[in-house]
């Protein structure tokens, strides 16, 4: 087999993109076109007084002008967040009212306040700027810190001091014993900087209104399609399911950041049955920074107590997290379950305490980027253990290696039950990789080059698949997590997977025809994906949280299962042989030591001209599944990144990055590999490059690329991906998930390596060259006064 | 609004465009070929890259009126007849994963190639990177383009 599980195949879906024939949104263009242009807040906070739009209405090309008051007077709902989560007074949290157009307060510079459609996208924008808004400027905060402070600006009405919930996980009292008895106790104040995912495709959307058919259709750059009209549906009230079809087409990356159901789109669809033209937005990449949901920025104060053998007696962590102005889809979810239950990272540790207040900002919504509160985790617990180690004076992989979890399934402190791993191996596989045992050589080399190099640990655990439903829903979720797919066998013998899961980069078109070529022993070119369209898959929850593997392909791999019961059944029928003794190999279903078989396309043909079928059998070969996990799959992984600081600059090279990943059963190592170099990068540019910077006024001061540093290639080196699988049992293909671990693991691990070059463990992300040369500088100041 | 006329992919194109529009909007809305992207608006992410006159340019840097009996070759017009090498290259070494970046990419990836192989230059790892410095790609890590347009180099 060439083609099945395990093999580095070419992807299939790459000749569209490599000719310049891939068709994202913003390519599709219908017949009568109108283009809507956002009106949005110049304020970070202010009252709405009015707004004048007939000198707009009178511009060459404009259709209309809609604004809030029209939107919520159509019975358009507000926008929400579909995961509650509890306060641990036993309070709700305080979600406060989003309208896709503001009506009477803005709370963030770029707000939408109006919408204006045009001929032509040139006129809508030229329109835009001419639209009257009279605004009442209020007071305005942008730091969690300050919203949480008396006499702070008030954001929404129902979130007094600008609390969302204060929400805790674990047992305070014993995490406060175990800190008691410590022999040594690390603490620790880090801040998560905040991020902007930066899919290079922008968003888009193209919403056309059928009056004929009352029915819309809406393509859209979206990870989950079927959630989107859900969310369209049920609770923006757009159209009911049946009437609302959207597609996410050919999707340039998301990140995150497409996961949600945005102001535009929700715009889109509606003003497209206002003007009875269909209406096509595309964010420019500055209204991107102005709009799409922001990552991390949490500030948290934390401590970890060890015994004299360097065990973890407890973990303490008090965390303030930014949110924004609004709930975002998710938000609440991410500083809460997709953050604290990490905190055990892949230590065996007894006592953990999480405390999370989220809060109210005049900032963009904040909510899942790549890892989604595990690299905020993961930052947290890896940056602890190298600090813990230097201040204990042990090797910071013996300290790791001494609380690792050594057998399975582990249960943690913080909800958690680890499904399966080898920590030390993985560590002894990416030290070994990584030549650790040359790297006092390699130091004294750069140091004769006027270098400081250094080097750092992450030894991480993830969680992964996003599911099950039934906990995700206990734990307030308001979607259940499974997937589905249908396998349809053709009469000749083709085969279509539909699936739920939704590929923007992922390669499924690939992955997922190897599983069944794996399975049935057909070529993969055989095989066709079909996905992202609500009209021919039945349903699915999308792909995010690394879940097209576990969850997704386990779908298929269910809907196989049927398909090859009744495979079984015609050919034992047709060969006049028992089911048992059938197989299926290379194309062929045989019976098992006899020259007896059928050809798989001939049991495709016998299914559906029906002639003769076992009795009771029903024509056809079309099965579908859906598959909900009994658990997340728990990757795990181990880096160690090198760097060189410049001392007179601070600039700071990575010069090398290993990883050793354990993502259980690999469907195609170029592809997870493929998969680790985005994310280790994306991790370097969290440590080394990006951040969101607001002013006080809550002005956006990083709203290009020529001020949110994006990593180029110069800024990372080659990468070293090695891979030790221990499968997972918690689904049929033991697969784990592999999308999001490089983002996850890598921060820590580079500024570990920098914090070891400058010997000083005061640094915080992004280490931008003045960051580093600072902290050098205060280092060495002890010593400057000797 | 001005006419302006101009070779696109060998075939001579012709319009009457407004004086602000860019080569970007040109070949995406007046000639549909939308395999040219749009992907900032400070001319940093390089996803419009084409050849105009055999050198590489952000389209969306060009007024479409300033190029008057220009030739502009777009990533749909690579291939001749077969892929040319350096698609070949990123299908082979998996240089793209979501394909937005890509045709920036494999316009500025054959320019550098042809540069460096005429001022008898070493493209080594290192120099693909520097030259990289005007195309952003979110998702490869950059780690697989480097090793496609290598390839394609060497193939060339």
């Known amino acids: ?198 899919p290079m495709e922008p968003r888009s959307a193209v919403a056309t209104y059928d009056h004929a058919e009352d029915h819309y259709t809406l393509y859209t750059t979206s990870q989950n399609p079927h959630v989107a009209r859900l969310v369209l549906s049920a609770f923006y009230n757009v159209a009911p399911e049946h009437k609302l079809r959207v597609i996410a ?83 609440s979810s991410v500083p809460t379950y997709l953050y604290a239950p990490l905190m055990s990272g892949q230590y065996d540790i007894q006592n953990i305490h999480c405390n999370v207040r989220a809060v109210y900002t005049n900032t963009v919504p904040v909510d899942a980027y790549r890892g989604a509160g595990r690299p905020e985790a993961t930052y947290l617990v890896e940056r602890m253990m190298e600090t813990a180690a230097r201040e204990m004076g042990m090797d910071p992989a013996e300290l790791r290696r001494r609380n690792f979890v050594q057998e399975f399934p582990h249960q943690t402190p913080v909800l958690m039950q680890y499904d399966a791993g080898d920590f030390p191996k993985i560590l002894e596989l990416a030290q070994e990789a990584a030549d650790v045992a040359g790297f006092e050589e390699r130091r004294r080399e750069a140091e004769s080059r006027g270098k400081l190099r250094g080097i750092g640990y992450s030894t991480f655990i993830e969680a992964c698949g996003l599911a099950p439903s039934k906990a995700a829903g206990s734990l307030g979720a308001g979607v259940g997590l499974w997937e589905s797919a249908e396998v349809r066998v053709n009469p000749a013998g083709t085969i279509e997977i539909l699936t739920g899961s939704h590929s923007h980069g992922q390669g499924h078109e690939t992955t997922f025809a190897q599983i069944v070529a794996e399975r049935f022993g057909v070529p993969v070119d055989s095989v066709q994906i079909v996905h992202g369209d609500t009209d021919k898959v039945q349903f699915g929850m999308g ?52 020259d007896k078989a059928m050809a798989w396309h001939e049991v495709g043909l016998a299914a559906y001209v029906a002639h003769n079928l076992p009795d009771g059998m029903e024509p056809g070969l079309k099965e579908t599944a859906f598959f909900d996990p009994v658990n997340f799959s728990f990757p795990s992984g181990a ?47 969290q440590a080394l490059l990006e951040q969101v910077v607001y002013d006080e006024q809550g002005q956006l001061l990083t709203g290009s690329y020529m001020d949110y540093t994006m990593p180029r290639a110069a800024d990372v080196p080659f990468f070293d991906v090695q891979h030790h699988e221990t499968p997972s049992p918690n689904n049929p293909l033991g697969v784990k998930g592999c999308g999001e671990a490089g983002a996850i693991g890598a921060p820590p691990a580079v500024i570990n390596a920098i914090t070891d070059a400058i010997g000083t463990n005061d640094l915080a992300m992004p280490a931008t060259p003045q960051a580093v040369w600072r902290a050098l500088r205060a280092a060495q100041k002890p010593m400057a006064a000797e | 609004m001005t006419k302006v006329t101009m070779k696109v992919n060998g075939r001579k194109v012709g319009a009457d465009v407004p004086d602000q529009t860019l080569l970007s909007e040109f070949l995406r809305e007046n000639l549909r070929l939308t395999g040219t992207h749009v992907g900032c608006d400070t001319s940093q992410c390089g996803a419009c890259a ?81 030259e990289l410095e005007g195309n952003i790609c979110r998702c490869t890590g950059y780690h697989n383009i480097v090793k496609s347009i290598q390839d394609a180099a060497a193939k060339m």
Request: some cysteine; aromatic content about 6%.
């Open chain 1, 1 to 198: 087999m060439t083609s099945g599980i395990g093999q580095n195949v070419k992807r299939k879906e790459d000749k569209r993109f490599i000719t310049g024939k891939g068709r994202y949104t913003d390519d599709h263009r219908n017949d009568n076109q109108a283009y809507a242009a956002f009106v949005r807040s110049p304020h970070a906070h202010a009252k709405v007084l009015g707004i004048d739009a007939e000198e707009a209405r009178g511009m060459e090309g404009v259709i209309d002008v809609l604004d809030g008051h029209q939107l919520t007077g159509d019975g358009i709902g507000n926008l929400i967040c579909g995961w509650a989560i509890t306060s641990k007074d036993g309070s709700p949290m305080n979600m406060g009212a989003w309208s896709a157009l503001a009506t009477d307060t803005v709370r963030y510079v770029g707000d939408a306040v109006a919408v204006v459609i045009a001929e032509t996208n040139a006129q809508a924008r030229i329109a835009a700027e001419a639209v009257m808004v009279d605004y009442e400027e209020l007071p305005v905060v942008v730091h969690a810190i300050d919203a949480l402070k008396d006499g702070a600006p008030q954001i929404h009405d129902n979130a007094p001091g600008n609390l969302i919930y204060d929400w805790e996980l674990g047992d305070e009292a014993a995490t406060d014993a175990g800190l008691a008895e410590a022999a040594h106790v690390t603490t620790l104040d880090l801040t998560n900087n905040r991020l902007s995912p930066n």
């Open chain 1, 249 to 331: 087409p050919d999707v340039g990356g998301g990140f995150g950041a497409k996961i949600y159901i945005y102001p535009e789109e929700i715009t889109c669809l509606w003003a497209s049955m206002k003007t009875n033209r269909s209406v096509k937005w595309t964010s420019e990449r500055g209204e991107a920074f102005l709009t799409d949901m922001h990552g991390r920025d949490h500030v948290t104060h934390a401590k970890m107590g060890f015994d004299k053998d360097g065990r973890i007696t407890g973990f303490k962590i008090d965390t303030i997290a930014n949110l924004g102005a609004y709930m975002s889809l998710f938000s």
């Open chain 1, 639 to 685: 880096f160690i990144c090198e760097v060189e600081v410049d001392p007179d600059t601070g600039q700071t090279q990575v010069v090398r990055f290993t990883s050793a990943d354990d993502f259980g059963v690999i469907v195609n190592p170029m592809i997870v590999e493929g998969q680790v170099h985005g994310g280790v990068t994306q991790g370097i540019g």
């Open chain 2, 50 to 130: 084409v050849h105009v006159n055999g050198k590489v340019v952000k389209a969306c840097t060009a007024l479409a009126v300033s190029l008057e009996g220009a030739e502009v070759t777009t990533i749909e017009g690579v291939a001749n007849g077969e892929l040319h090498p350096m698609q070949v290259a990123f299908n082979d070494n998996h240089g793209l994963q979501c394909g937005f970046c890509t045709p920036g990419m494999i316009m500025a990836g054959i320019d550098m190639v042809n540069r460096y192989r005429e001022e008898g230059r070493e493209l080594d790892a290192a120099a693909i990177r520097h």
């Open chain 1, 543 to 594: 792909t995010y949280g690394s879940r097209s593997g576990p969850v997704g392909m386990s779908a298929v791999v269910k809907a196989m299962d049927k398909v090859e019961e009744k495979v079984r059944q015609i050919a034992a029928h047709t060969l006049e042989a028992s089911e048992d003794d059938i197989e299926i190999s290379g194309g062929q279903v045989k019976v098992k030591g006899t």
